[in-house]
Structure formats: C-alpha cells, structure tokens
Nanobody
Framework: QVQLVESGGGLVQPGGSLRLSCKAS????????IGWFRQAPGKEREGVSC????????YYADSVKGRFAISRDSDKNTVYLQIHSPKPEDTGVYYC?????????????????????WGQGTQVTVSS
C-alpha cells in the first residue's frame, strides 16, 4: 500500500529556514516522481517543486525558485523540501504526492491532477 507521510512543519520566522520531510512506505520512492504542493486558506492547491525518478532532476515554481530545494535520500526512502528565507506568503499546508501508476521516466509535474497518492499534509506558518 502506497503511503506518504509529511513532517517538519511548524512556525518559522521570515528569513529563517525549515526542512520538510516526505517519508514513503509501500513502494521504493527512487522509482517515482514526487511533487510538493501547498495550499493556503481559501486558495487552490499549487505545486511548488518536484523531482523526477531517474537522474533526479528538480523543478520549481517561479514563486519559490532560489529559496526552496528538493532532494531525495534513497536510504531513508524520503524526499525533503528545504525552505530558505521563507516569506509570509509561503504559509499553508504542504503536501507531497506521487503517481503510483507511473514508475520510472524522467519527468515530474507541478499540476495536482498528475498525482494519485497524497500525504496528509504538514502546516507551515511563516510569521514574526
């Protein structure tokens, strides 16, 4: 059974840093694309970053480029999202996701409809 569990959220001050984790179980995360998304109150869920399976290429939304970094730890079957210099507009619930039906390949996506398996989310609040 595919399962994703996010952790690492919390309250962070603007200009600080935070690392979110997405722990996978029931499948080998290396073989699948993983996306990170966020949803602010009253807004649509939006993609912020994704990482491909093969070659581990990474992609970012323009709003987070240069501040967020996605990475993969194969030994821990975990994907991370490092948030540097967070801004109040980064506040929201952060989710990781995968498409359990598409193994391999060298693509990932920032659109919610490309993924069929989601974690429960972790809250990030950026405030002084």
């Amino acid at each position: 059974q595919v399962q994703l569990v996010e952790s690492g959220g919390g309250l962070v001050q603007p200009g600080g840093s935070l690392r979110l984790s997405c722990k996978a179980s029931g499948f080998t995360l290396d073989y699948y694309a993983i996306g990170w998304f966020r949803q602010a109150p009253g807004k649509e869920r939006e993609g912020v970053s994704c990482i491909t399976s093969s070659e581990a290429s990474a992609y970012y939304a323009d709003s987070v480029k240069g501040r967020f970094a996605i990475s993969r730890d194969s030994d821990k079957n975990t994907v991370y999202l490092q948030i540097h210099s967070p801004k109040p507009e980064d506040t929201g619930v952060y989710y990781c996701a995968t498409d359990s039906q598409r193994r391999g390949g060298n693509a990932c996506w920032l659109q919610t409809w490309e993924y069929d398996s989601w974690g429960q989310g972790t809250q990030v609040t950026v405030s002084s």
